[in-house]
């Protein structure tokens, strides 16, 4: 039973970084918010997603809570009235 519940947050975290691999929500590089945390996504692993905030801190999110949250991709946003090109 231990085995079973600790496998399960393992699984979920696999699950979200499939999801984040799929919908490519964000890049390296990239300023996001996800949820409450905004920072310059640093790394995309299997378990976790790094962003570094504006005040130099690493933040680590399991991606389980990257593929649950909100994300605002601050790097893509058009601005006001919606005119530009995304690349």
């Known amino acids: 039973l231990a085995f079973a519940l600790a496998a399960q947050d393992t699984i979920a975290n696999l699950f979200g970084s499939v999801v984040v691999a799929i919908d490519q929500p964000f890049k390296l590089g990239e300023t996001v918010k996800i949820g409450a ?4 996504v640093e790394d995309i692993g299997l378990r976790s997603t790094k962003l570094r905030a504006v005040d130099k801190s690493l933040i680590v999110l399991p991606n ?23 690349s």
């Open 64 to 86: 389980k809570l990257v593929a649950s949250e909100v994300v605002t991709n601050l790097a893509r946003f058009l601005g006001w009235g919606g005119l530009g090109v995304l």
């Open 37 to 40: 945390f905004t920072g310059t």
